[in-house]
């Protein structure tokens, strides 16, 4: 018997974008009311259709957010080296979260410590446009995302009036002059606008935990390695509740990568954006911020907000499974390189 493999599967998995493109994609609902292959598929092709279908099928506007930490919940240790906090198979998730983004998003802390790409490599897929928030205009021209020329770059930076030299090629300058413009919700807003609604919040943990404080992510996740740090370049911090009964508690779900435990979280209910201590709305910026460059692999179907609708900021459905995948808990092949009709702009 000819099974369907995880090449061909993801392929099809890239092609959905509604339910009408289900069936085309040799997808079928079972009993269950969840999506499935109709023709038989291995382990790792069921995978990909409960970890990923979701996000497929959530629409042109959603923003997710990634982070992969040591045991004690570190990104890098205290010298900043990330290389590699999680395994191969976290690297391929991160990958295929990029290649279903229109934007993958960096703060400089991440761009100038970690010199990322933010390109698809481990897996197939169309290159995300490469978003670097600058507020101050630190990050050195000579960041691989400025100079490989391998997809289109947005520099975002504040109007501090110094003068910038001009972008390489492929590189577009956005100045922002609101004070509250780097406010996670208004950078989704500046984005959808350019046609990039589709949205990877990646690194570094300063970046990634304003999202998650401002209420401004459909989704998060976050792989623990099983290796302890001691100290080092912190993850998720933002100001927190006194009060245990208090504490955010998302519908989340594990699995595992390898190695790696992998924990998805559904954030999609809006709650009150409040700035991070120690920095401001106009800036979104914070000493010693940096990237973790690793990625992701298998899973099972994302969990869909109990008692409170599938509701993401902005008020945009997020698709998810069924109620009863959702637990409350605490918590490479190249890609294409698709420019699309001007820069900032990203055809799905």
Excluded: K, N
Aim: hydrophobic fraction near 35%; include cysteine; proline fraction near 8%.
């Amino acid at each position: 018997m000819t099974f369907l493999e995880t090449e061909e599967a993801w392929e099809r998995l890239r092609s959905v974008r509604s339910e009408a493109d289900t069936g085309p994609a040799g997808l079928v609902r079972g009993p269950d009311g969840r999506r499935r292959w109709s023709a038989p598929a291995s382990p790792q092709a069921r995978l990909l259709v409960d970890r990923y279908l979701p996000l497929c099928l959530a629409g042109p506007r959603l923003t997710i957010a990634q982070l992969g930490q040591s045991l004690d919940g570190f990104i890098a240790t205290r010298t900043g080296d990330a290389d590699y906090v999680t395994g191969e198979e976290d690297r391929r998730h991160l990958h295929r979260l990029r290649a279903l983004a229109d934007a993958v998003v960096v703060g400089a802390g991440t761009a100038v410590a970690d010199d990322p790409q933010l390109t698809v490599r481990a897996c197939a897929g169309t290159h995300p446009v490469r978003v670097v928030l600058d507020p101050r205009g630190r990050v050195p021209l000579d960041r691989r995302v400025f100079t490989d020329g391998s997809a289109p770059t947005l520099w975002v930076v504040g109007a501090t009036g110094e003068r910038r030299p001009a972008p390489p090629d492929g590189v577009e300058l956005l100045t922002l002059t609101e004070t509250d413009a780097f406010a996670p919700h208004q950078l989704v807003r500046t984005l959808a606008r350019r046609g990039l609604g589709r949205v990877l919040i990646e690194g570094g943990g300063v970046t990634v935990s304003r999202f998650v404080h401002a209420g401004a992510l459909h989704r998060l996740y976050v792989t623990v390695a099983p290796v302890l740090l001691g100290d080092g370049i912190p993850g998720l911090r933002f100001d927190g509740t006194p009060v245990m009964r208090d504490a955010l508690r998302p519908p989340v779900r594990r699995s595992t990568l390898g190695e790696d435990t992998l924990f998805e979280l559904d954030l999609s209910a809006p709650r009150p954006d409040a700035p991070l201590d120690g920095q401001h709305r106009d800036t979104g910026e914070a000493r010693g911020e940096g990237e973790h460059p690793v990625d992701h692999g298998h899973g099972q179907p994302l969990a869909r907000a109990q008692a409170r609708g599938a509701e993401g900021p902005g008020g945009d459905a997020l698709a998810g499974a069924p109620a009863a995948d959702v637990q409350r808990q605490r918590h490479g092949d190249q890609g294409e390189h698709h420019q699309g009709q001007q820069l900032g702009q990203r055809r799905v």
